[in-house]
């Protein structure tokens, strides 16, 4: 459950968790947050609970609020996020939607149409959600369908970026030139006569075959079917033009 | 009826991706008859599959068996609709009524559910049904977009500006959508048409491609890759994997070759030219 934590000066005030949907902050008794201070407005702002998002809202309160040092009017909040009344402090922390799922991206599941006031969290009134049982973690077999270069395949999905990699004409009209891989996609050679395609991928850089009668060459040997993994200084050769795949 | 095979390419592919331990969503395709149907499941422990396969062969043996009753371009004399739309509203309505009877029946499959993207290509355009957060996006002359509005809570969010685009991006809430096929006894899908032109691609995807690609990498590649599509259909179900693959990722992809204008009669023309 996600709580706002009122600190003053450094020092923590008090704890307040998230279970209601709407959440009101102010100097005023009749808050549910109440900040006794005259920097305070009598009614600040708002906190709107919505499904597993939560908002903060300004109700044009008269000296502000920030997140993060930033005047803000209504914006959703992140973990971690400082929001400042007056001298007032609250931190807000999410712990997680659902503690103890093994990922936090929960399967689909149904709401009314209109359930837009903010509604409380899956499995209380106003949403019609199923309860979900959640999949038990299954080591999965290497996904088949993929065009796959052996065993680089099985490496840790969204592992960051990879080194930045180029190609450099060889031979041709074009001999000399370099081009940087920047994009996921790059695509080779003439169409209508040979064409493959260059991915950027979390392990590395692959060609493709795309069109044409004869698949290309990689330091001589004609590539399959499948995608391939490129190793450093690699020479291409592709609608009759070598070029020379290298790590920058 | 005609095929439609000579006009239309279809290519279509899914994949449980990297966490699911199964696959919930379900495809279904026949170029020859201008279909593409693809549903994401939900609910119940292996019960999404079972609510995705019902929606996906249920609509591909209606629509079908309906065709050859009634071509789909024919206007019909009550709503003055073509018969695709009411062809594509009852048998989506079948298939709703069966998946709510069968979790009503079956307590494995209590609360089970499907979203759904369907298409039917006829004369020249195409009807596109849809129901939950499965979309349909058309690259056309270089512009990419989803010709679909998702019926879930952060587009109600969207619309009602109480969300940003990028807000939407960050949020928790992308599993909630407003309308499924099979929890109720009652259903509105939404259609709408548009114009098919040659050189078109089509695409229908479940969430785990959009949620994974930004739409400009999924642009990137049906540029990239007009004209091979099952080596396109492979490289978004990758970039999804690669990107996390933290869903099911399914896609069908449909190229327009040639124009596919319905063989009219003499007499309908004639009728068409006297009520003009």
């Known amino acids: ?248 | 009826m005609k095929s439609l095979a000579h006009s239309i390419e279809m290519h279509g592919m899914t994949d449980a991706g990297m966490v699911r331990g199964h696959n919930e969503d379900a495809i279904s395709f026949d170029a020859a008859r201008g279909m593409a149907i693809l549903a994401d499941g939900m609910g119940g422990y292996n019960a999404g599959e079972v609510a995705s396969g019902i929606a996906t062969t249920l609509l591909a043996q209606g629509i079908a068996a309906a065709l050859e009753v009634v071509p789909p371009h024919v206007p019909e004399a009550m709503s003055g609709k073509p018969a695709a739309h009411r062809i594509l509203r009852l048998e989506i309505e079948k298939a709703n009524l069966a998946i709510f009877q069968t979790a009503q029946s079956q307590p494995q499959c209590a609360g089970m559910g499907t979203t759904l993207v369907a298409a039917l290509f006829y004369d020249n355009r195409v009807t596109v049904a849809h129901v939950g957060d499965s979309r349909l996006y058309r690259m056309r002359d270089g512009e990419f977009k989803s010709l679909t509005r998702d019926h879930s809570l952060l587009q109600e969010q969207l619309d009602n500006g109480l969300i940003t685009e990028e807000e939407a991006r960050r949020s928790q809430n992308k599993n909630l959508v407003t309308r499924a096929v099979g929890i109720d006894p009652q259903l509105d899908p939404e259609l709408n048409d548009f114009d098919v032109k040659s050189g078109d691609i089509y695409l229908l995807c479940s969430d785990g491609l959009n949620d994974m690609i930004d739409d400009p990498d999924i642009a990137l590649v049906l540029s990239t890759l007009p004209n091979n599509l099952p080596l396109a259909a492979e490289q978004l179900v990758q970039m999804a994997n690669d990107n996390g693959g933290r869903d099911n990722v399914s896609v069908i992809l449909i190229r327009i070759n040639r124009s596919f204008a319905a063989e009219r009669s003499l007499r309908s023309r004639l009728f068409g030219w006297l009520a003009r």
Do not use: C, W
Not at chain 1, 3 to 17: A, F, Q
């Open chain 1, 1 to 248: 459950m996600a709580k706002l934590i009122l600190s003053l000066d450094g020092t923590v005030l008090r704890e307040y968790t998230l279970e209601k949907n709407a959440v009101s902050i102010g100097r005023k008794p009749n808050n549910d947050l109440q900040i006794d201070n005259l920097a305070v407005s009598g009614n600040h702002a708002r906190v709107d609970v919505i499904g597993s998002d939560v908002f903060l809202e300004d109700l044009d309160s008269t000296n502000g609020t920030l997140v993060n040092g930033q005047t803000v009017k209504r914006q959703m909040l992140q973990n971690g996020d400082m929001i400042e009344m007056g001298k007032y402090k609250l931190k807000y922390v999410s712990e997680g939607t659902k503690p103890g799922l093994p990922d936090d991206f929960d399967k689909t599941m149904v709401i009314k149409p209109g359930a837009l006031k903010p509604t409380a969290p899956a499995g209380t009134s106003p949403l019609t959600a199923h309860t979900e049982q959640m999949p038990i973690p299954v080591a999965r077999p290497a996904p088949a369908p993929a065009p796959q270069a052996a065993a680089a395949e099985a490496a840790a999905p969204a592992a960051g970026e990879v080194r930045p990699g180029a190609i450099k004409v060889l031979s041709g009209g074009n001999a000399g030139k370099t081009l940087d891989l920047v994009k996921n996609l790059t695509s080779l050679g003439k169409p209508g006569v040979q064409v493959a395609i260059i991915t950027k991928r979390p392990t590395g850089y692959f060609i493709t075959h795309v069109e044409g009668p004869s698949h290309p060459l990689v330091n001589g040997r004609e590539i399959g079917v499948h995608a391939e993994l490129l190793a450093d200084k690699a020479v291409i050769e592709l609608a009759g033009v070598k070029m020379e795949f290298f790590y920058k």
